[in-house]
């Protein structure tokens, strides 16, 4: 059982506030918000749900069911933000052109933004995508870390050597700042690491 730490009481308490398609549509730039990115249909619409207690977020097994970008509130301070996937072929270029822009500029301009939590299928780990958001994470000095969705489609030892193949090339390739689990929406596996990271993001003291 996870214990209820003030961030798990938040998170389980967290409501919707608004989908934005565009920077200057997103709430105040205050506080601190982490933002789950990731190829479509990868599952950071499942593991926002799961983490908090609710269904917030809509999934759906049609990639590209999260078109915008999601804000959910823990307080008035601290918001998690379920962004639209990457890489999804189906979606009319303009409309791919349309999401990479805001989605740059959500990136590169979200003073609020602490920290990225970046959802990769385990049977399907760093796609070219995943690494360019490692890079750019890398570059702006971005905290990152990597949940390895989808774990309970792999048996244990399956599931224990990819993670550890992925620590291994992302230490390798992109330093200090990034971490990696392994993560199941039904069986709710993962939990307690995943609220320790956001935790860890969100709830130390704000000036
Ligand atoms: N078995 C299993 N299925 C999962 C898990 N997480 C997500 N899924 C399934 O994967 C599909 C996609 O999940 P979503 O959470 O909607 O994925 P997403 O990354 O939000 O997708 P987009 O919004 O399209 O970018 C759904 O059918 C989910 O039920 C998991 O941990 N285990
Ligand atoms: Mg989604």
């Known amino acids: 059982m996870t214990d209820s730490t003030p961030l798990v009481t938040l ?3 967290a409501s919707f506030i608004k989908s934005a398609d565009k920077l200057e549509q997103c709430p105040p ?7 789950f990115a990731g190829r479509s249909n990868a599952g950071k619409s499942s593991a ?3 983490l908090t207690h609710a269904r917030l977020a809509r999934t759906s097994k049609t990639p590209g069911r999260t078109q915008l970008i999601n804000f959910f509130q823990l307080d008035e301070l601290r918001r998690l933000v379920d962004l639209p996937g990457y890489g999804y072929a189906k979606v009319p270029l303009a409309l791919k052109d349309h ?3 805001h989605l740059d500029s959500y990136l590169s301009e979200r003073q609020a933004l602490v920290g990225l939590v970046l959802v990769m299928d385990v049977r399907h780990p760093l796609s070219p995508f995943d690494t360019m958001m490692l890079d750019w994470a890398q570059r702006a000095d971005m905290p990152l870390h ?3 969705s989808k774990a309970d489609k792999l048996n244990y030892g399956a599931g224990k050597n990819t993670l550890l193949q992925v620590q291994s090339r992302v230490r390798k390739e992109f330093g200090g700042h990034v971490s990696v689990q ?3 929406a039904p069986k709710r596996q993962g939990l307690d690491e995943a609220y320790a990271k956001l935790e860890q993001w969100l709830m130390s003291e704000i000036s």
């Not at 730039?29 to 933002?35: F, H, L």
């Open 48 to 50: 926002l749900n799961t």
């Open 99 to 101: 999401w990479q822009r």
């Open 29 to 35: 730039d205050i506080g601190r918000e982490v933002a």
């Open 146 to 148: 990597i949940l390895l």
């Open 11 to 13: 998170c389980q308490q």
């Open 182 to 184: 392994l993560f199941s």
